[in-house]
């Protein structure tokens, strides 16, 4: 297909436009977070660094920022296991009832957070008499990570083939060891995609989060929620925003490294 | 690698190398081995939840003690189907939703297309970044920032007020505004993926037998992207059905289906309306998971 080069352009520019407006509320936040007006009017009255400092000395901030990485890696490590195993049986095996099963796995994520919230909020307090803490937060969202590590692992299996393992076996290899020195090395940058996509959805995760922590139980967004109409902490709420985004372009970068050098060419 | 293999291949534990023998000549017993553990977890955690919820939807609660009855009933069910209150907030969602993915879907369509098929490799990767990068900034933080975009002295109004216009303020056109901007990236994705899965041969085939560039687009691109697009649309338009949270922040008085569960499950403490509300959301999205599943729409999420 020959696109001329007026077409080529008027892409680039709703491309560039899209960027745009993708970015022009984020660059507002980072503007807010020096902003002196407490409710963010524009233009700004003044720049300040006293939400920075605010923030830094802000106990429940940090603490947020720990329960949501434990909760994040607890339940990233628990859908990596639970993916993986997942994707080998259904892209490996056919058998009854598959399609059933591979619908099962999206449907925590296809279904409404709210759904999936209200649903584990009922079982966990109703039917199996939990109090809600950090470890039924920790199960909730294992329960709808699973799906971004086996979607991963699944397309990489995929395009795999098994003419690998199927030599490995042949040469006399057993199961695990195909495992452990075929099929594992193969999926390894798939694996570290889908985790950290697993601990992105974990960590921002809001809705189900409310229904399945106790009262205790204070995870980032949680705190954000908590804080964001406090007139005296909504700057400080922009804060952390800023330092989130900055700090998620160190993963985002690695996965883009290790991706782009497993694919190669188009 | 070659010595790892070398080693490998002398057996070594006679249990171990029987057991796994045994594996391979018994297809069924690795199947199962690898099903046991995510299966019963998806079954135990969500089937059961959701079966639970479904029997708690037809449970009622004692308006005196505000204690569950555990007799079943179709009140609330009945209640839901009939009073006009819960037709309109359904309307009213699933509007909301499908006018958000549609805005995604027309947004998404010619980024993704640069991104795949024009974009030079180093130019792609900055883009996929580009996109990407949003996604971690906070759903609440993003939500917030709209908030203030579009407030009464926020910077849409003095944009928009130069050109004789205003801030469309807080209701259910700036829900559909934030909630499009939040779920742009997760349809952006799926399209670029699914783009970048078409090969460049057959766009070129097509346009050696004379078609033009629109036709190519219609005939040979669309039929084969239709799945990543249904793909992208159904999180646009899951995430946005049950999100309770942006309308509280951007939406003034109105209320959606997520509102209505919320305020069931907490001020009201009516768990058993709130289920059935509940089922809503999930009726309409399995209705429109099996339209779609034929597509392979499912394989690209």
């Known amino acids: ?266 | 690698m070659s010595t790892d293999t070398s080693r490998a291949a002398v057996p070594s534990r006679t249990a171990a190398r029987r057991a796994s023998s045994l594996l391979t000549s018994k297809p069924w017993l690795r199947l199962t081995l690898l099903l046991t553990a995510p299966l019963t977890w998806l079954v135990l955690v969500y089937v059961v939840a959701l079966a639970a919820l479904l029997v708690t939807a037809l449970w009622s609660v004692d308006s005196f003690t505000g204690e569950i009855t555990r007799s079943l009933t179709f009140d609330n069910i009945k209640e839901i189907a009939t009073e006009s209150l819960y037709r309109t907030v359904t309307l009213r969602t699933i509007g909301v939703a499908a006018a958000v993915t549609i805005i995604d879907i027309a947004i998404a369509l010619p980024i993704a297309f640069y991104m795949a098929k024009i974009a030079s490799r180093r130019m792609q990767r900055v883009l996929v970044i580009a996109v990407l990068t949003p996604l971690w900034a906070s759903y609440l933080v993003k939500a917030f920032a709209w908030r203030s975009v579009l407030s009464d002295d926020g910077i849409f109004e003095w944009a928009s007020s130069k050109i004789g216009m205003g801030t469309p303020g807080y209701g259910i056109t700036a829900v559909i505004i934030t909630q499009a901007y939040i779920w742009l990236p997760y349809v952006i994705l799926p399209i670029f993926a699914g783009l970048e899965r078409v090969p460049n041969s057959l766009l070129d085939a097509s346009g050696d037998l004379g078609a033009s560039a629109w036709q190519t687009l219609r005939t040979v691109v669309f039929p084969l992207l239709k799945p990543a697009i249904i793909a992208g649309s159904i999180f646009s338009f899951s995430l946005t059905l049950g999100d309770y949270i942006t309308v509280n922040i951007v939406g003034g008085a109105n209320q959606m289906l997520g509102n209505l569960v919320y305020t069931n499950v907490g001020a009201a403490n009516n768990l058993p309306l709130a289920a059935a509300v509940a089922l809503i959301p999930i009726v309409i999205m399995i209705g429109y998971l099996t339209a779609v599943r034929r597509t392979g729409a499912l394989e690209n999420l």
């Open chain 1, 1 to 266: 297909m020959i696109l001329g080069a007026g077409v080529k352009r008027i892409l680039a520019t709703l491309t560039a436009l899209t960027l745009l407006v993708m970015y022009l509320p984020l660059m507002l936040v980072v503007l807010n977070s020096f902003n002196t007006s407490r409710s963010f009017a524009w233009p700004p009255s003044g720049l300040t660094l006293e939400w920075w400092r605010r923030a830094w000395s802000s106990d429940g901030a940090r603490e947020a920022v720990m329960t949501s990485v434990q909760v994040a890696l607890a339940s990233t490590a628990i859908a990596l296991v639970l993916g993986t195993l997942m994707s080998l049986a259904l892209q490996r095996y056919s058998f009854f009832g598959k399609n059933s099963v591979n619908l099962l796995v999206i449907l925590p994520i296809a279904l409404p957070g709210i759904v999936t919230g209200i649903a584990l909020n009922n079982a966990f307090r109703g039917v199996m008499g939990i109090q809600l803490g950090l470890l039924t937060v920790i199960v909730a969202h294992a329960t709808f990570c699973i799906v971004t590590v086996f979607n991963n692992v699944q397309a990489r299996l995929r395009r795999m083939g098994g003419s690998f393992e199927e030599a490995s076996a042949d040469l006399g290899a057993g199961v695990w060891t195909t495992f452990r020195l075929v099929t594992f090395p193969q999926l390894r940058s798939a694996l570290l995609a889908g985790g950290l996509l697993a601990f992105a959805l974990s960590f921002d995760e809001i809705i189900v989060t409310t229904f399945t922590a106790g009262a205790g139980t204070t995870t980032l967004p949680i705190w954000i929620l908590n804080n964001l109409f406090r007139p005296n902490q909504a700057p400080i709420v922009n804060v952390v925003a800023v330092v989130l985004i900055l700090l998620s372009i160190v993963p985002i970068w690695i996965a883009q490294k290790i991706s782009g050098d497993a694919e190669g060419v188009r």
